[in-house]
């Protein structure tokens, strides 16, 4: 028996519990995982509140990305005791994701857990921060480099723009962060950003083209913001979309991209290949300071993860939320 955190759908009427399940009940996969900890994104908050059709049948356990250690494998990639981690492919969505103390998954969506990265900083890192590292290789392998210019970070005191904001300044880059918490600036600045902006001076309708403003930006909220983040690119800019905070619309023209020459790099974190899913981690291994991720870090217990939906989703949330599935 293990607990988790379940989506039901009772005559339509969608909610979430916190119980017990047996191990009969875990979904088919090769590899059955002893979750340690696991994290509450933005997504998996729509999930447990309902507020947006994530899941894609019923009963589901929310949860986009989990570590933990080998249980038991049909896969000869792995074996007992092993340490592992996994990000995407539909868990918490279509299958039965992390926010449990067990999960049952195929062998191709893990990978090893990165030597000397504890669990507890894995998941510090989480979806999140795997998303940051993934923007932030796409800009630099599309050309951008720490001289070329400013990089705007939107959503910056989320779980992806905090860690984005931290990953660029640790590489040399001159980051403006863009956020509604302007009372949130010096933690911002703490990570490495040199200017903070206030989110809502991109978060409404604007002009096609805008006066040029960075060189490239990671942007995790989409609609206007993202409109408008083109629109201030620099010529010839890179602009990686990885998010849709504010919405899944894009109200933009196209004068960003034929007038300026700006390139949008679309960002899917959830079905990278095996080893490109292991480079991200790798440099997040190497390049990310821990002590950041202490300062970006709250854990909740598992049974508490159900009423912190609300919080995230209110945005009364700082930087990331590690779930330890042991209490």
């Not at 009940?25 to 979750?35: D, E, K, Y």
Request: charged share 20%.
């Amino acid at each position: 028996m293990f607990n988790a955190v379940v989506v039901e759908n009772q005559e339509g009427a969608k909610q979430a519990h916190y119980r017990e399940l047996s191990d009969d009940q875990l979904p088919s996969g090769s590899v059955t995982v002893a979750v340690s900890h696991s994290t509450l994104n933005y997504k998996d908050a729509l999930c447990i509140t309902s507020r947006s059709p994530i899941a894609r049948h019923f009963p589901m356990i929310p949860g986009i990305d989990f570590v933990g250690v080998v249980e038991r494998s049909e896969d000869s990639r792995y074996r007992e005791g092993d340490a592992v981690l996994l990000n995407g492919w539909g868990v918490g969505e279509s299958h039965w994701g992390g926010l449990s103390q067990k999960a049952r998954v195929s062998a191709d969506w893990l990978i090893p857990l990165p030597q000397g990265m504890t669990p507890r900083n894995a998941m510090s890192i989480g979806t999140a921060g795997y998303t940051s590292m993934l923007s932030l290789i796409a800009l630099e392998r599309a050309g951008l480099r720490p001289d070329a210019g400013p990089v705007l970070v939107t959503g910056a005191n989320g779980g992806v723009g905090s860690i984005a904001v931290a990953l660029l300044a640790a590489r040399g880059y001159e980051v403006i962060a863009s956020t509604g918490r302007l009372d949130e600036a010096d933690h911002l600045i703490q990570l490495g950003a040199t200017e903070v902006i206030d989110r809502n001076t991109l978060s409404t309708p604007g002009k096609p083209l805008g006066k040029e403003r960075w060189i490239a930006a990671i942007d995790s909220v989409g609609s206007h913001t993202l409109a408008n983040v083109c629109a201030q690119t620099n010529a010839d800019g890179w602009v990686a979309a990885c998010g849709l905070a504010q919405g899944m619309d894009f109200p933009a023209t196209v004068a960003p991209f034929i007038l300026r020459g700006v390139s949008l790099l679309g960002i899917n974190s959830v079905t990278r290949p095996y080893a490109e899913r292991v480079e991200a981690w790798a440099r997040l291994n190497a390049e990310l300071d821990l002590s950041v991720l202490e300062q970006l870090t709250r854990e909740v217990p598992l049974s508490e993860v159900i009423p912190v939906a609300d919080d995230l989703l209110a945005g009364k949330i700082r930087g990331r939320l590690v779930v330890d599935t042991s209490v």
